[in-house]
């Protein structure tokens, strides 16, 4: 496994953490939903979430929230609102996560390297999915 980022930049611990970022694995499932996540803090979150209360109710889709934080960015769903611009070519995006992955196209980074075959991408679910399934 290489990744492009200084291996100084993750502790020990949080090796396997990162590596599943690259490679999509999601080991840690939710007894509540059975819904699959990456780390054990993000399916802890998950199931924080789920066994709160859900105080924040879209108007549009009567879906819940617990946290208001996502009920904001749901929201964005329904209002189109893309708060997020490319600081290259103003594209927009609604979700911080596609604008990060938008912006790394511009400046030509790949951080992503397939174990399989060695290529580096800016994003690599795609291609393992199609090249690797």
Do not use: M
């Amino acid at each position: 496994h290489r990744c492009s980022l200084p291996r100084s930049s993750y502790g020990t611990l949080h090796i396997a953490d990162h590596k599943r970022t690259q490679t999509g694995d999601r080991p840690f499932s939710s007894y509540i939903c059975q819904e699959a996540f990456r780390t054990e803090t993000e399916l802890q979150i998950h199931e924080w979430s789920d066994t709160k209360e859900r105080t924040f109710r879209c108007q549009t889709c009567q879906k819940a929230f617990a946290q208001k934080c996502n009920f904001d960015r749901h929201k964005r769903v329904h209002t189109g609102e893309k708060p997020y611009k490319c600081s290259t070519c103003a594209k927009a995006f609604g979700n911080p996560a596609n604008w990060k992955r938008h912006e790394r196209l511009h400046r030509g980074e790949r951080p992503f390297r397939c174990e399989a075959c060695g290529k580096a991408f800016t994003h690599i679910n795609k291609h393992q999915k199609r090249c690797h399934p």
